[in-house]
């Protein structure tokens, strides 16, 4: 996959939610933390909830 920008509030990408979820971040709580994504407006949770879900 491209790494497209999922937060466009705190321009988060792609592939910055794949290192947080490499370096241990199993829920979008660890991924607003580690990233700040889906600390804005909240439209990229269900982005980031499916990310989560990836193997």
């Known amino acids: 996959m491209e ?10 990408k792609y592939l910055d939610i794949k290192k947080a979820i490499e370096e241990g971040a199993k829920t979008v709580e660890d991924i607003k933390n580690a990233t700040g994504a889906a600390t804005g407006c ?3 949770v269900s982005s980031i909830e499916e990310i989560l879900k990836e193997k």
């Open 3 to 12: 790494n497209k920008t999922v937060c466009f509030c705190k321009q988060v």
């Open 42 to 44: 909240g439209r990229c």
